[in-house]
């Protein structure tokens, strides 16, 4: 029992993102305070929604590096729907998942059924949806979105008043945030989708063989990862209260950190909520601990590509060492 905890990477995250809260804390005493924390992880919601759904294409071998241009997108579409036709919150959340669940198909479909690599569609997606963006917006914001999507924004639950005497409590953004992890968790663990998706990363051919149909699966992650998108991209504009259609610049970069960190494989095949949401709280942590102790901007991107690095390695060493250890059978023919 403790031997097999010792080799549970969820654990050595949590212990991790221990050590690393005791540093920040006693170097900055802002940290620990309740009013931080709730900021910490209302501003960090946007990326563990969406590395959930990155899980579950990094569990099955594939990445989607057009995360960032395909929630910007989105954002652009529920501000426009909004300005335009006002509506109320329902259709604008149907607007932004319905369009981020089409991208994902066709994401998906052209990954699945032209046999095209993964990061090749979604380079090619990224780079379409940032063109096509940039030839609707010009790079303008929008503003003036609605006074009763404003107020949704505002919406906090179990108020208290902390020792500084600060009214907080838990945003409508966290709430969400906790709903799709709740989500995730359900599908990966009691669905026949979930297996799936484990058993196409861990070994197509046997998936296959077992009478998985690898292609529909594929599609539904590429159209799930699309479905939080457009969660992200609506929860995004409620904390905003605006749209930048360049706010998600690099932020593949980050979703991907953060799944990586939280133990999923990048070859595939490995992967859990529990372990995204550590990565995340760890990467949101460690930003937050960056920006208290006054550490320039670019050692934070350095910074973040050298842990990035460092859990690839990690990964990669821990396989060829399971490789090792697994008897080898030599057959003659």
Request: glycine share 10%; no cysteine; net charge positive.
């Amino acid at each position: 029992m403790m031997k097999q905890l010792t080799k549970s990477k969820e654990l050595w995250i949590f212990i991790m993102l221990i050590v690393l809260s005791v540093l920040i804390s006693v170097r900055s005493s802002v940290f620990l305070r309740p009013d931080n924390l709730i900021d910490l992880l209302k501003n960090n919601a946007v990326l563990g929604i969406m590395a959930l759904g990155m899980t579950l294409v990094i569990i099955t071998g594939g990445i989607d590096v057009s995360v960032g241009a395909v929630v910007a997108l989105l954002t652009v579409l529920a501000g426009k729907f909004m300005v335009t036709f006002s509506g109320n919150l329902l259709l604008v959340f149907l607007v932004a998942i319905a369009s981020g669940i089409l991208i994902g198909i066709i994401n998906g479909t052209l990954i699945a059924l032209a046999n095209i690599p993964a990061i090749v569609v979604t380079l090619g997606s990224m780079s379409i949806i940032n063109g096509l963006m940039l030839y609707y917006t010009n790079g303008s914001w929008i503003n003036d979105l609605p006074t009763w999507f404003i107020d949704f924004g505002k919406i906090t639950f179990f108020k208290f008043t902390d020792a500084s005497g600060n009214m907080v409590g838990i945003p409508i953004q966290i709430v969400i945030f906790l709903i799709m992890i709740f989500l995730t968790w359900a599908l990966l663990k009691y669905t026949l989708i979930g297996r799936a998706v484990y058993a196409i990363g861990g070994n197509p051919v046997s998936a296959k063989r077992v009478g998985i149909n690898i292609g529909r699966t594929l599609i539904f992650v590429y159209a799930y990862m699309g479905f939080l998108a457009g969660v992200a991209a609506v929860t995004h504009t409620s904390i905003m209260r605006q749209v930048d259609p360049n706010a998600f610049l690099g932020f593949e970069l980050q979703v991907v950190a953060a799944v990586v960190v939280g133990g999923a494989s990048i070859t595939g095949g490995s992967g859990s909520v529990i372990g995204t949401v550590l990565g995340v709280l760890f990467m949101a942590v460690l930003n937050n601990g960056l920006i208290l102790t006054h550490i320039p901007t670019f050692w934070q991107k350095i910074i973040v590509g050298l842990i990035i690095i460092l859990a690839v390695s990690f990964d990669v060493i821990q396989r060829k060492r399971m490789e090792k250890s697994l008897p080898r059978v030599d057959v003659e023919y």
